[in-house]
């Protein structure tokens, strides 16, 4: 046992994080009689998930009777520039139409086509309409959804719950996790012999982000530091779409649903630049006049989207250009306007929640103005390494799903894939750990040296008379990834922001915080703060081997892709598992081969 004291709680599984990919996860360990405890950072209710307001990506073919699953996977996989998990691309597509209706069972409102069958809308770097939605609010919909069925089922949840550290038996497989409790700062152990990562993204180490507090790696680093391997770190997608005025709310995250259902953007000439940037596709870039392009557009396009939906790498680019190029707003960014191309009923009808921020946080009013929008990081397309089917990593007992996991997305996520990503990979989460738990392999005792080890490093602030701010650290951390590792980047910024991450992980070993254990915001950032660095690590490592551009991942010192980077992920791991302190290795290795049947339907002509 350990030394310190610590309440004690023991499960079959364990699901760390409430977003959808954990309440999706606990349902399906929960239907199949395990013991099931929820760990949420947050309030149950509250997770980042509610933030993605486009919808869920689903070829059910509602609005065009001829998508189907094939055109979404060779969607998915060329959005992220084939770097992609093309196994769990495959299943994505496949299974994301029963998820959404299973979700639909369950009580999910979605909007309605005029026959009745849920509506599907355009997103960019889809083929067709297939983003099934709720206005602007589905995350809030799908969370209201999964959260009231796992009620329901009668799973534990334990709130306000900020796991520290994975824990290990003696033959090496996962036998629970350290936790303590910030209503009380006291710590909790929980055995379980199964774990399931859910806990979402990284964008708390950018200085823009359309984020909430809670997107600081945790998963990430315990998945490393408990001997599990990530992959693609390098692949950061900047959404470019963020708010950047007033300045209280900037990066606040403005949905691709405003594009999708006709938004146009404009630089500070008002002129409406997409079409520039894709002049190939379109030839738009002879017309004499905006009404003359869309005209152009209307009759030559054959179905394809408006060139601003293309891949949000893609867009968030052409905006960066912009700006650079001086055709920015007074603010930094370029303008997004749907007020001249929609009525105002339309808008306040599609996209309420759009409206209301903008009016009650910015005094913009988008029915009759333009926004001022710019790119703001927004998610991670690496992560842990898993098995497509399973879910399970090369650590026995833990697995993960939805953001935390690495490979389904490749360089770049396409729009609304993330919600059909945490049902389609949370169910098979919870499906692979109850596997695991009823296939009979029970773990040993938690190892009680680990645990007295965490333990006194999560105490140790408070044993310093004088130290680092925690919120100085996150200030500095936070400018050093936004200026050296943001997006775009070169050969020499990155090797000063790994020699600045040095730097700050030295300062972390001298972390000095104040008060009580009880709510300490300034204690809950220094637990942090460990994550924050080992990602950011593993981020500018793979930046600095990837030198190539490639969907999320831009190098200006190396501006084309180079076909050999794009045959293998760059793999990280930590064979110390001794934490932020300790190296990282970082390795190439190849990509598996797509089969023959999935490449005929890659090739396809389009």
Not at 266 to 273: A, I, Y
Not at 395 to 411: I, N, Q
């Amino acid at each position: 046992m350990p030394n310190h004291e610590t309440e004690h709680h023991d499960y079959d599984v364990i699901i760390v994080g409430a977003g959808g990919a954990g309440l999706r996860a606990a349902i399906e360990s929960t239907r199949r009689g395990l013991r099931t405890v929820i760990l949420t950072k947050s309030l149950l209710g509250k997770a980042h998930t509610v933030m993605a307001e486009g919808g869920v990506a689903a070829a059910m073919g509602n609005v065009y009777p001829e998508d189907n699953w094939k055109v979404h996977f060779r969607d998915t996989m060329r959005g992220g520039k084939m770097l992609n998990n093309f196994r769990m691309a495959e299943l994505h597509a496949q299974e994301s139409p029963d998820r959404v209706h299973e979700l639909e069972s369950w009580g999910a409102l979605f909007d309605r086509t005029s026959d009745g069958r849920i509506l599907q809308r355009d997103f960019g770097g889809h083929r067709f309409a297939r983003l099934a939605h709720v206005g602007d609010r589905t995350g809030l919909e799908m969370i209201r959804t999964l959260q009231q069925k796992v009620v329901s089922m009668g799973v534990d949840v334990i709130m306000e719950c900020k796991v520290l550290r994975l824990v290990h038996d003696a033959d090496g497989r996962i036998a629970g996790c350290l936790a303590y409790l910030r209503p009380g700062g006291q710590f909790v152990t929980i055995s379980a012999p199964a774990i399931v990562l859910a806990t979402g993204g990284v964008g708390k180490s950018w200085k823009y982000t359309s984020n909430s507090w809670e997107s600081t790696g945790d998963g990430h680093a315990l998945a490393l530091w408990a001997g599990a391997q990530l992959i693609d770190m390098e692949c950061i997608q900047f959404h470019p779409t963020g708010m950047v005025w007033p300045l209280s709310v900037r990066g606040l995250l403005v949905t691709e649903g405003v594009r999708g259902d006709g938004g146009v953007l404009r630089n500070s000439d008002g002129d409406r630049f997409m079409f520039n940037y894709v002049a190939d596709m379109f030839r738009a870039e002879t017309a004499d006049s905006e009404e003359e392009a869309d005209r152009w557009y209307d009759d030559h396009s054959a179905g394809r989207r408006p060139p601003e939906l293309l891949p949000r790498d893609e867009v968030a680019r052409a905006i960066n250009t912009e700006v650079k190029a001086g055709r920015g707003t007074p603010h930094g960014g370029v303008y997004l306007d749907i007020a001249s191309r929609r009525s105002a009923e339309f808008i306040r009808r599609r996209l309420p929640s759009m409206y209301h921020q903008f009016m009650e946080l910015a005094g913009v009013d988008i029915t009759r103005e333009a926004m001022e929008i710019g790119p703001t990081c927004h998610y991670i397309m690496g992560g842990v390494r898993v098995d497509a089917d399973s879910t399970s990593t090369c650590v026995p007992g833990l697995f993960a799903a939805g953001e935390v996991a690495g490979g389904m997305h490749g360089s770049n996520r396409l729009g609304g894939n993330s919600l059909s990503d945490l049902l389609v990979f949370g169910r098979r989460a919870g499906m692979g750990a109850s596997d695991y738990v009823e296939g009979g392999t029970r773990a040993g005792e938690l190892d009680a040296g680990a645990v007295d080890t965490a333990i006194d490093e999560a105490v140790a602030p408070f044993l310093r008379e004088q130290g680092d701010s925690p919120y100085e650290i996150q200030h500095d951390l936070q400018e050093l990834m936004q200026s050296k590792v943001g997006i775009i980047r070169n050969g020499a910024e990155l090797a000063e922001a790994l020699t600045g991450l040095d730097g700050l992980a030295a300062r972390i070993a001298n972390l000095a915080v104040t008060g009580p254990r009880a709510y300490n915001p300034g204690w809950n950032l220094a637990t942090d703060l460990p994550s924050m660095l080992t990602v950011s690590r593993c981020t500018t490592l793979g930046a600095i081997n990837r030198t190539e551009s490639r969907g999320g991942h831009t190098r200006e010192d190396f501006p084309t892709p180079d076909a050999e980077l794009g045959k293998v992920n760059f793999v990280h791991s930590q064979p110390s598992g001794g934490g932020y302190r300790e190296e990282v290795k970082t390795v190439p290795e190849p990509i598996p081969e797509v089969t023959a049947e999935l490449r005929e339907i890659l090739e396809a002509a389009t």
